[in-house]
């Protein structure tokens, strides 16, 4: 069975309960990831004994806010929509992702998933070489990309495929008002002379970058060139840690089967799912692992 076959098969009972949103499992989900990275903030502030080695489960927690973004940009982390827009806008902020412009980016990745021709998730390719994956999993392509594309929004000079004529203003005046954002954040620090900001966010991120990348990767890495949305995608079946972290987004194959189902029924849809599921990992150091050494076998190491 594919995705299709999958949905088509649901009575109309089950899937009016898959789809069902919740303003409370969604405020839930963010009261513990905001509420711990509020609380590791503080105790960094407060500079309690070995405060620096906060800062890196710090820098996890703010740039995982990429699965909130990522569900709010679907508008399935709430019910409420202008709790899914504010939401999206802090992630966005707080990891310098342009809510706006991730939505068409990430729609187009979803109408096109694994297609070398359309995906813009292709447009940079995965690692085929160990330094090429050391790159990638560094953060630092990341941050380059990201910063020149705020800039190059901002500048009204976007010109990526995905992103309609209709939504380019949007993409722009989203852009300028983010680029604001930082200024203020940057002269208020320098106003107070406090370097707080760099210890509770700005050092914390780049931290966590490298720890985002390879939970990314797993998602769709040495996955098939197939339209299947349950071999074209990747579930782990991480911990609850994991799990709770990253928004249950470990069911990725589920994700991308059926966009529509909010985050907190996807393990409900994977009991459904997971005989079909052609592409599936017990962890992320497992897939790691076999990445790994699929790249030294390609290169004779």
């Known amino acids: 069975m594919d995705h299709r076959d999958i949905i088509a098969s649901l009575a109309a009972e089950q899937r009016g309960r898959l789809l069902e949103k919740s303003d409370r499992a969604g405020l839930a989900q963010l009261a513990l990831h905001g509420g711990a990275i509020g609380v590791l903030g503080v105790l ?26 990522h569900e709010t940009v679907h508008e399935t982390a709430f019910d409420t929509p202008w709790l899914n827009r504010v939401a999206a806008a802090t992630a966005g902020f707080l990891i310098l992702v342009p809510p706006s412009w991730f939505r068409y980016f990430h729609f187009a990745h979803h109408r096109f998933t694994q297609d070398p021709a359309n995906d813009p998730e292709l447009q940079s390719p995965k690692p085929e070489t160990m330094w090429e994956y050391m790159v990638h999993v560094s953060g630092i392509p990341t941050w380059w990309g990201e910063i020149r594309q705020v800039c190059i929004n901002a500048a009204g000079r976007c010109r990526d495929t ?13 852009a300028r008002l983010m680029l604001v954002g930082y200024a203020t954040a940057a002269g208020s620090s320098i106003y107070f002379g406090s370097p707080l900001l760099l210890y509770i966010w700005l050092f914390p991120i780049v931290l966590g970058q490298p720890f985002l990348r390879l939970y990314l990767l797993a998602e769709h890495g040495r996955c098939p060139y197939v339209a299947n949305m349950l071999e074209n995608s990747r579930t782990t079946l991480s911990n609850w840690l994991v799990r709770k972290i990253a928004w249950n987004m470990p069911f990725h194959a589920e994700h991308h089967a059926y966009p ?8 409900e849809f994977h009991a459904i799912t997971k005989a079909h599921v052609t592409e599936t990992e017990r962890s992320y150091s497992r897939f790691h692992t076999r990445y790994w050494l699929h790249l030294r076998r390609r290169h004779g190491r």
Do not use: C, N
């Open 162 to 174: 995905f992103v309609p004529a209709k939504g380019q203003a949007k993409v722009r005046k989203e």
């Open 44 to 69: 960094i502030a407060l500079k309690i004994p070995f405060w620096p080695l906060l800062m890196l489960p710090q820098g996890i927690l703010v740039i995982f806010l990429f699965t909130m973004l």
């Open 260 to 267: 529509g189902v909010p985050f907190h029924r996807l393990p």
